[in-house]
């Protein structure tokens, strides 16, 4: 370890990430204040615009458990996700990969290009498996890397690139007739991937993004003296001390616990649930079936079980996930009650909130300035409701008929949406949840450095959409 007077010296963006983050842990509220903020805010909008008292309450009361199955689902890719990472078999993986950076720089780069590139094919795994990563490699007592930075570039898979690869929702909701609402496939047709996330322009847009991120990783990370370690942060070392505790499975103590500890059960549900995904996947294309939140949680349930070989082992692993998934149990109601504000809270026009961003911004925008428009609409948007698929069809009525009467590509339309929408993940704790449950961080812990990114990211998404834009045409909607 070097000493204080021999460390690097932080460069200019390295010392602004740390007095943002010292702010951020200043003053930056718990995640759950910062949604129940959000609540009030969006209320306050709301009897603005003329809704009655017990409108916007019963909105707020009729939304509060509309994310339910969401949020199950949510905990689940948490909980599936840990049991399949802290197998034994893929643990010894991500130790491996571990032991591949040289310096606490090129780990936090590191983190950042496999968060991103695993978030093209699954956000769910690439939250558990970048949180995991970062804190295997936390216990290498020979990296100089900070704990916070690395948290916030496993982060960047949701917070940069995530809707442009396949698990962008609003893509393949548009690539899929019999899950569109009939109003919006009347409106925009089928629209398939070669026209959204396989446009070269959608491609450019996500190598670029990629690439000044893990930049931005690189010339922000604290080096010496300021660099903070797991061990500086008491859910971090929890986790640590857990983690040895867990190494090595109990042995039976009584007859009763045979069934526990022997793999007969496992094999009879996994030959089950094999079954079942066998029929799932021959059923519909494979990026549809791992694109249901259902299916993949089920899939890891059972790569976990499988793994772990006896339902001991199982157990105990579920045991020590459940405790990363309490932010999201306790928040996601308030983001549902957020949504229902917008959507449901009628003004004395008749009118909600949702429809009145909408207009406004539809009305100003034309065909030069519909990719500006709706990309900073999509993001101001996705601040108060940040879920992909539902917000899409909140908005994609309006904006596609937009689209349509102004002559703008409609892929490139989706794209715009994708790409936009990224950008409050970068400071919106809703997102961040599984990931600092599987860190034991708080919000304020890594938004310091994210906040950079989003600065960064907001002239170069807006800039790269328009410019990325000029060279598509318009083609009308095709029905299937």
Not at 165 to 193: C, D, E, K
Not at 216 to 242: K, L, M, N, Q
Not at 288 to 317: D, E, K, M, Q
Request: charged share 10%; hydrophobic share 55%.
């Amino acid at each position: 370890m070097n000493s204080a007077a021999s460390a690097p010296a932080d460069g200019p963006l390295a010392r602004f990430a740390l007095r943002s983050a010292a702010w951020a842990e200043r003053w930056f509220p718990d995640a759950y204040v910062f949604a129940a903020l959000g609540v009030v805010i969006v209320a306050v909008a709301a009897l603005g615009f003329g809704a009655t008292p017990t409108a916007t309450a019963s909105a707020f009361g009729d939304g509060y458990w509309s994310l339910i199955p969401f949020t199950m689902q949510m905990a689940f890719v948490v909980i599936g996700g840990y049991v399949v990472a802290t197998a034994p078999a893929v643990a010894r993986v991500i130790d491996a990969l571990a032991r591949v950076p040289r310096s606490g720089r090129g780990a936090i780069c590191y983190v950042g290009l496999i968060s991103m590139l695993t978030s093209l094919l699954s956000w769910g795994f690439s939250l558990v498996f970048g949180g995991l990563l970062v804190r295997a490699l936390a216990r290498r007592d020979d990296l100089d890397m900070d704990y916070r930075a690395a948290g916030a570039a496993a982060y960047l898979g949701l917070g940069a690139v995530w809707a442009m690869g396949l698990s962008s929702s609003a893509a393949q909701l548009q690539a899929n007739p019999a899950s569109m609402p009939p109003a919006l496939l009347a409106i925009t047709g089928v629209i398939p991937f070669s026209e959204t996330i396989l446009l070269w322009q959608s491609v450019v847009l996500t190598a670029v993004l990629i690439a000044v991120s893990l930049l931005i990783c690189f010339v922000t990370a604290p080096r010496g003296a300021s660099v903070r370690r797991a061990r500086d942060f008491d859910g971090a070392e929890h986790f640590a001390v857990e983690e040895k505790n867990a190494a090595t499975l109990p042995p039976r103590k009584r007859p009763g616990e045979w069934l526990e500890y022997s793999p007969l059960i496992t094999l009879l549900l996994a030959a089950m649930s094999l079954g079942w995904l066998i029929v799932e996947f021959s059923g519909k294309p494979v990026v549809s079936a791992i694109a249901n939140l259902n299916t993949y949680n089920f899939a890891f349930l059972t790569a976990g079980l499988l793994l772990h070989w006896r339902p001991r082992s199982f157990l105990n692993a579920v045991a020590r996930a459940v405790p990363s998934t309490t932010g999201v149990l306790i928040q996601f109601p308030l983001y549902g009650g957020i949504a229902s504000l917008l959507t449901a809270a009628k003004g004395s026009d008749g009118q909600t909130l949702a429809h009145h961003l909408s207009s406004v911004f539809v009305r100003v925008a034309d065909t030069d300035t519909f990719t500006l428009v709706m990309g900073v609409y999509s993001a101001v948007l996705g601040f108060f409701v940040p879920s992909g698929g539902g917000k899409w069809i909140i908005e994609a009525p309006y904006v596609m008929q937009a689209a349509n009467d102004l002559k703008v590509h409609l892929g490139w339309a989706v794209q715009v949406y994708n790409a936009a929408e990224a950008l409050p993940n970068l400071i919106n704790p809703f997102w961040m949840l599984p990931l600092l449950g599987v860190l034991g961080l708080k919000a304020r812990d890594i938004v310091g450095f994210t906040f950079i990114q989003l600065l960064v990211h907001i002239p170069l998404v807006l800039g790269l959409l328009w410019l990325l834009g000029l060279t598509l045409s318009y083609h009308p909607p095709v029905m299937p």
